[in-house]
């Protein structure tokens, strides 16, 4: 059952398999002869130095994968010098994940029906040292995931979502179906629109950032909504099938965007390959969120680390062998994607 939750993408699984094939589409055109004895991957995100563009994306319940969950997920993201954004939905609460120590924090969250709840949760986040906001705006409704209403998918009975355990909305009931699914039916709030967004910014200090983003149009909408930046995602490919992978909109988005504020991109990555090719199209950095979840069963904080120190290092790797010594340096030209017009040739003479 947890396999399967951590798994499975929507109803066919499309695009589950296309944000892992879209990568596969996307070829190196290298630059050779460059000094690339020294490798700077380091960057800024809304002001805060990390180490490299990849950071930890919020995914739900860790305690079902490792007994440390969030925590050993947070202690391996500040040991490595980069975000960890945590889920709304954590087995582990804000307080707890700000007492593993220092660290860049983000939060993500939902927009519940009572709004009290909501304004409660920013407040606790902000207090407890998170950073920014992600605010997920592609789940009016839980997506169709056939893998859990087959398992009829519940929250272990040992574990609860730990930011809600003092307002009665830390446990999940059993359903027919997903009882996750009927959790976010019976909670999250349909209603959610571009001007929650604006509420949200009078709530807090901390900046927003959009996640769930896919096209131009909601990129100029977020941005005008006061948005401080925008992760493209398709949340893992588990809420609406055949949308397109992320790495193939994330251009679209980029260039509606027009540098006003940085775009992130979510889902799929698996190699440090794929963090070039990301950055190549626009993005500011990545996020991971499988990866972390499976390392995380595996090998609890050290499989963390490890799935960080793998991509960091592949990502190094392949910057020097594309002639590239600082992220600024990776451009457009050092890739070819499906969509490029073929490069005109002089014709040749007869």
Same mark, same amino acid.
């Given at each position: ?26 070829? $190196?055109? *290298? ?7 020294? =490798? ?8 805060? #130095? ?16 490792? *007994? +440390? ?68 705006? +592609? ?24 930011? $809600? ?7 999940? %009931? ?20 571009? #001007? ?6 009078? =709530? ?6 959009? #996640? ?28 609406? %099938?055949?949308?397109?992978?992320? =790495? ?15 775009? $992130?991109? +979510? ?8 963090? $070039? ?31 960080? #120190? ?29 969509? +490029? ?10």
């Amino acid at each position: 059952m947890v396999y399967d939750y951590y798994a499975s993408g929507a109803e066919d699984q499309w695009t589950l398999e296309e944000n892992r094939n879209a990568f596969s589409r996307i070829l $190196f055109r *290298p630059r050779i002869l460059i000094d690339v004895s020294k =490798i700077d991957m380091t960057t800024t995100i809304l002001g805060f #130095k990390l180490s490299m563009p990849i950071m930890i994306a919020p995914t739900a319940m860790q305690k079902m994968a490792h *007994p +440390d969950g969030e925590y050993a997920t947070a202690r391996a993201a500040s040991a490595a010098g980069t975000i960890m954004t945590l889920s709304s939905w954590a087995t582990s609460s804000v307080e707890e994940v700000a007492s593993t120590g220092p660290g860049i924090r983000f939060f993500q969250l939902y927009v519940y029906k009572d709004r009290n709840v909501v304004a409660q949760l920013v407040r606790r986040a902000e207090r407890a040292g998170f950073k920014a906001i992600a605010l997920t705006v +592609d789940t009016p409704r839980l997506g169709r995931r056939e893998a859990d209403i087959k398992n009829r998918f519940t929250l272990p009975p040992f574990l609860t979502l730990k930011n $809600f355990e003092g307002l009665d909305l830390g446990k999940m %009931d059993e359903a027919n179906d997903s009882g996750l699914a009927s959790y976010v039916a019976g909670q999250i709030d349909r209603t959610l629109s571009w #001007k929650d967004v604006k509420w949200l910014q009078t =709530i807090t200090t901390m900046p927003i950032l959009v #996640k769930g983003v896919i096209t131009a149009e909601d990129t100029r909408l977020a941005i005008q909504a006061g948005a401080a930046g925008i992760i493209v995602s398709n949340h893992g490919a588990r809420q609406l %099938d055949y949308v397109p992978a992320t =790495i193939s909109a994330l251009e679209e988005v980029v260039k509606a965007a027009q540098g006003r504020v940085p775009v $992130f991109l +979510d889902g799929g990555v698996r190699r440090g390959t794929d963090v $070039f090719k990301a950055l190549a199209l626009g993005a500011s950095g990545i996020f991971i969120g499988r990866p972390v979840v499976f390392s995380l069963a595996a090998e609890g904080e050290a499989g963390v680390r490890n799935v960080l #120190k793998m991509l960091r290092d592949e990502f190094e790797l392949t910057m020097a062998l594309s002639g590239c010594t600082s992220l600024r340096e990776i451009t457009r030209d050092h890739i070819v994607t499906e969509w +490029d017009a073929p490069k005109a040739r002089p014709a040749p003479r007869l």
